[in-house]
């Protein structure tokens, strides 16, 4: 096993891979363990080092949900299994480091508080017009911080956090 830690997120990597009928989907709302060994799984649960079975991975989803922060992220790398905890990267250091405006932050905490915001959402909150908020939110994504998922454009156009990019700050 190895634990891996990083400026925006962890990452814990564990030799195996998960059953052909189970999704990394399938981790984050109740399912049905299987064990690789389960007698060491068993061993675990009566001596109360883990507390049920099948139970861990929805707990991280929950926490982190609960958190306020991404929820873990699960993936396969060769033949290791992956798991991505993420971290708040966006301080206020961080954004005055990436030269954000008053504007810009009030815009990130938004979308902090509430997973998304979209042009007429981040006019409102800060109070300028269509244009000005274009080019704020342009420069919130060409600066990592915001992503637009998909390809939409217009209406329904919205942006979220990034996870964890870095591009302009300084440092290693």
């Known amino acids: 096993m190895q634990v891996s830690v990083f400026s925006d997120r962890i990452e814990v990597q564990n030799p195996g891979s998960l059953p052909p009928d189970l ?35 929805i707990q991280m989803t929950t926490g982190c949900r609960d958190a306020g922060l991404p929820e873990p992220e699960f993936s396969q790398s060769g033949r290791e299994f992956v798991v991505t905890l993420w971290r708040d990267w966006l301080t206020e250091s961080v954004m005055t480091d990436l030269g954000l405006s008053d504007r810009q932050k009030k815009g990130v905490r938004v979308v902090k508080e509430k997973g998304r915001i979209t042009n007429t959402e981040y006019q409102k909150v800060t109070e300028v017009l269509k244009r000005e908020a274009s080019r704020d939110l342009k420069e919130l994504v060409d600066k990592g911080v915001f992503e637009k998922p998909g390809s939409v454009t217009g209406k329904g156009t919205y942006y979220t956090l990034s996870k964890g990019a870095t591009k302009g700050l300084k440092g290693p």
Do not use: C, M, V, W
């Not at 990394?24 to 061993?43: C, G, M, T, V, Y």
């Open 23 to 57: 999704t990394f989907e399938d981790l984050k709302i109740k399912h049905n363990s299987r064990p690789r060994n389960q007698r060491i799984a068993l061993l675990l649960y009566f001596t109360h080092y883990i507390e049920k079975i099948g139970y861990g991975t």
